[in-house]
């Protein structure tokens, strides 16, 4: 087998910055004709609801339904998935639903105050989100691990209800998904897909709820739709492709380097991996674990494509520099595979996820870990963050005045709100205020 012809670079290049920004380069959002077809469909399901929603799904996913009850996976039917599972699949569903929810129990926020003085309190009232909606993928892959990911911090955050929409395309319909969603005590379950989903959620239909958020990873379409809605309701994110980025010093072994690359580029055809190193010939071996390596992978195509059309070596001085290329890139994963670890940790800024030391794969953060895996990519781990409980819990800002605040804080608000030419502002301030004059 050939070796895949992936893209090398090297920091000391003086255009390296020019290279890497050309090699990250990707259009989360497609063409104009991807956004005027969701834009059509989008439009359709908020006229028409459930009658647009069932004539969509029937055109985009090949089936004959004819109303929403037939597009609606009861609350019974999902438990039976979860007791029909094999043990060794429920024992291990159950193991990482056990995980990811002791992680976000630990970043549950609670609301909080405080007194001054005069009497004066101040602070901040937390509460869940009313109603999420969870999308989960079904195209070149499903993701039973998503469902966990996306459910289990909305249910320890407190949300009320979760919508589930689920793409069943020619019917098929995956045991494993079904017993995640029963397992998270998803609410109700529709197998929908694609913008007619997102636009359901967003607006609601006579049978799907309208929610408050939507999360949830998809196609390129279902990207399209959420950056579309988004307003209307909030979103965690518009999704890329799944990214790498490893960082390592040469001295783990290169065949799990390799493997690491692969478990983002069999994601598919435009997943990003990469690895940035100070040993050269230490990636002269990885490339040759990856020859030895691929005929052996089930999605080799997928994982070859991927690693020609975005895959990157980059060579470094040092592990500093190192940091310095994964900052620039903020990827989704980023994996510190050297001695230690935690002496490079605070150079890393930008990352959705880390993965400390040689024996802490990637992959282990897909599905047990405990952290959910849905995470920034395209560079977004720059300004935000993996979704977690504090998604799905707003913040309210609590003041109350007593009578001596109020009259202690007119004078300052009357004359900011003068200022800015806002007279109904100061007099509301200036009349709680029994000592106040006009100068």
């Known amino acids: 087998m050939e070796m895949p012809r992936i893209t090398c670079l090297d920091f000391a290049d003086a255009e390296f910055a020019g290279k890497l920004r050309q090699a990250l380069a990707w259009e989360n959002i497609s063409d104009d004709s991807v956004a005027t077809r969701v834009s059509g469909i989008l439009a359709d399901v908020r006229t028409r609801g459930d009658a647009a929603v069932v004539e969509w799904t029937n055109k985009l996913d090949t089936l004959q339904a004819s109303s929403m009850a037939e597009l609606t996976i009861p609350g019974e039917r999902l438990q039976e998935s979860l007791l029909r599972l094999p043990s060794e699949q429920a024992r291990a569903l159950r193991t990482a639903a056990e995980r990811i929810r002791r992680y976000h129990e630990k970043q549950k926020q609670v609301s909080w105050h405080y007194t001054e003085a005069d009497g004066s309190v101040y602070g901040q009232q937390i509460t869940p989100i009313d109603r999420a909606?969870?999308?989960?993928p079904g195209g070149k892959a499903v993701y039973p691990s998503?469902?966990?990911?996306?459910?289990?911090?909305?249910?320890v955050a407190g949300v009320g209800h979760i919508t589930a929409t689920l793409p069943t395309p020619r019917g098929q319909v995956n045991e494993l998904v079904l017993a995640a969603l029963g397992l998270a005590e998803v609410d109700q379950v529709f197998t929908i897909g694609g913008a007619?989903?997102?636009?359901?959620?967003?607006?609601?239909?006579?049978?799907?709820?309208?929610?408050?958020k939507i999360v949830g990873p998809g196609n390129i379409y279902v990207a399209t739709a959420k950056r579309a809605v988004f307003g209307q309701v909030g979103i965690d994110m518009v999704a890329g492709p799944s990214e790498i980025l490893v960082i390592c010093d040469g001295r783990t072994n290169p065949d799990w380097i390799a493997m690491d690359l692969f478990s983002q580029a069999e994601h598919d055809e435009d997943a990003q991996s990469i690895l940035v190193s100070p040993d050269r010939d230490f990636i002269a071996s990885v490339q040759k674990s990856i020859l030895r390596l691929l005929p052996q992978m089930e999605r080799q195509d997928i994982i070859r494509t991927s690693l020609e059309k975005r895959g990157l070596l980059i060579s470094v001085a040092n592990l500093e520099q190192a940091a310095e290329v994964c900052n620039l890139v903020a990827p989704e994963h980023v994996e510190l595979s050297v001695a230690d670890p935690d002496a490079l940790l605070p150079l890393i800024r930008n990352a959705g996820a880390i993965f400390m030391g040689r024996y802490t794969s990637e992959a282990l953060g897909d599905y047990c870990a405990g952290p959910s895996h849905v995470l920034p990519t395209s560079g977004t781990a720059r300004f935000s963050s993996a979704l977690g409980v504090y998604d799905f819990q707003k913040r309210s800002s609590v003041i109350y005045c007593s009578a001596d605040s109020a009259e202690r804080?007119?004078?300052?608000?009357?004359?900011?709100?003068?200022?800015e030419g806002l007279t109904a502002h100061a007099r509301a301030a200036e009349l709680r205020d029994p000592h106040w004059t006009e100068e």
Do not use: C, F, H, N
């Not at 909606?133 to 989960?136: A, D, L, S, T």
């Not at 007619?196 to 408050?212: C, L, N, R, S, Y």
């Not at 804080?409 to 200022?419: C, G, N, P, Q, V």
């Open 409 to 419: 804080l007119a004078r300052t608000t009357s004359i900011l709100a003068r200022a």
């Open 133 to 136: 909606g969870m999308y989960v």
């Open 196 to 212: 007619q989903a997102i636009a359901a959620m967003a607006w609601g239909t006579e049978t799907v709820p309208k929610v408050d």
């Open 146 to 155: 998503t469902v966990l990911m996306d459910a289990i911090p909305a249910r």
